[in-house]
């Protein structure tokens, strides 16, 4: 048998008058002979069969490219450019194996064919063993709901505090999609109580609907069980019980001021912010988290101009709040505004009126 070099060189010659069957005949040729031993080429000897399968699949059937693709997906030194050109394949049957399973598509090429290419190349992507955030960043932007569910369902995908963000915006409504992104067992927690906050209105609507004349009942029941879902899963955070020991060695060495939750706030620490401001108001921790998470500012604000703090924190919290970094102007002076005319004995207040409320076991009210 000739030597893989002499074979290619001899086909590379054979090829330059070749009908479209017999490109397809030596196709397989040559496919099998790279799969068989693609385990003892050299660089140089895959580079040599990247140049004949490139000329091999110009011009031929979809038929005979899938079949390809399906061969060389699994190869871990599989031939780059031949690759590259399935990957980006307009045909689904052609780049869907390639994207789903090729170890030589990096992270750059899978971000490029996700930002120009089908739903359905993303949905292969999706299926890849692994994802990184650059990656899943694009899937949750451009994707459809399949290509969504597909990537939050795969175990081995990792999503960026964007990624999370559309993805909470997207499992607005959709009981599925809710359930696979709160059901990931890294999602911040942040993000999963802001899941289980539109849930909890999901619930309400549906049982006011039910029973309306039972509303303000149905109201604080629901308030009461996201209350105590709340205390009991911040008893058991590991971030809430670090966030609390460093804020409570500032307030013992008497640091704990002002200046210590700009910093933390403008840090993205959104733990230790919050642990900071339940101290300084002396409120519970899940009560000061719900204002973190939900979208109305109005809480945020109050606790703010309660314990003191000016313009520019406030600010910063409310910045770091998920989703926020993205406030408009607009809403940014409308906050400073109402900021500016509460007074700080009317914040106080309303915060001693909570206080007192939580205290006697009635759920929080927004």
């Known amino acids: 048998m000739p030597t893989p070099i002499a074979f290619i060189d001899e086909l590379e010659e054979a090829l330059?008058?070749?009908s479209t069957e017999r490109r397809i005949?030596?196709?397989q040729r040559v496919t099998d002979l790279f799969v068989f031993g693609s385990g003892h080429f050299s660089e140089d000897h895959v580079a040599l069969f990247d140049g004949v399968f490139s000329r091999l699949i110009a011009d031929i059937e979809i038929s005979a490219r899938a079949a390809l693709?399906?061969?060389?997906?699994?190869?871990?030194?599989?031939?780059?450019t031949v690759i590259r050109t399935l990957a980006f394949d307009d045909a689904i049957d052609v780049?869907?194996?390639?994207?789903?399973q090729s170890e030589r598509i990096d992270n750059a090429t899978l971000v490029e064919n996700a930002s120009t290419k089908s739903q359905q190349h993303l949905l292969a992507i999706s299926r890849r063993k692994l994802l990184a955030e650059t990656v899943t960043?694009?899937?949750?932007?451009?994707?459809?709901?399949?290509?969504?569910?597909?990537?939050?369902?795969n175990t081995g995908a990792k999503f960026s505090e964007a990624g999370y963000i559309r993805l909470v915006k997207r499992s607005a409504g959709d009981d599925e999609l809710t359930q696979s992104v709160g059901s990931r067992p890294e999602i911040p927690r942040h993000h999963f109580l802001k899941l289980l906050s539109a849930a909890s209105k999901t619930v309400r609507i549906a049982l006011e609907a039910t029973h309306p004349q039972n509303a303000s009942e149905i109201q604080n029941a629901v308030a009461e069980v996201t209350t105590a879902i709340q205390a009991k899963a911040i008893a058991g955070s590991k971030d809430y019980a670090a966030a609390r020991?460093?804020?409570?060695?500032?307030?013992?060495?008497g640091r704990l001021d002002e200046s210590v939750i700009e910093a933390f706030a403008r840090a993205g620490k959104f733990e230790e912010t919050t642990v900071a401001l339940a101290i300084l108001s002396d409120l519970p921790i899940e009560v000061v988290e719900r204002g973190m998470v939900e979208d109305r500012s109005e809480i945020i604000l109050v606790i703010a101009k309660a314990i003191g703090l000016?313009?520019?924190?406030a600010k910063a919290v409310l910045l770091l709040r998920p989703g926020k970094r993205g406030m408009s102007a607009q809403a940014l002076e409308q906050c400073m505004a109402g900021f500016?005319?509460?007074?700080?004995?009317t914040a106080q207040q309303v915060i001693e009126f909570q206080r007192k409320r939580y205290k006697s076991g009635s759920p929080f009210v927004d």
């Open 245 to 253: 020991a460093l804020v409570e060695s500032s307030r013992a060495a």
């Open 310 to 313: 000016s313009w520019l924190t």
């Open 137 to 153: 960043d694009v899937l949750v932007e451009r994707g459809n709901r399949d290509v969504a569910l597909s990537a939050v369902q």
């Open 69 to 80: 693709a399906h061969r060389l997906a699994a190869i871990s030194n599989a031939p780059l």
């Open 16 to 18: 330059s008058n070749g």
């Open 95 to 100: 780049a869907g194996p390639v994207l789903a």
């Open 340 to 345: 500016m005319r509460l007074k700080p004995r």
């Open 25 to 27: 005949s030596t196709l």
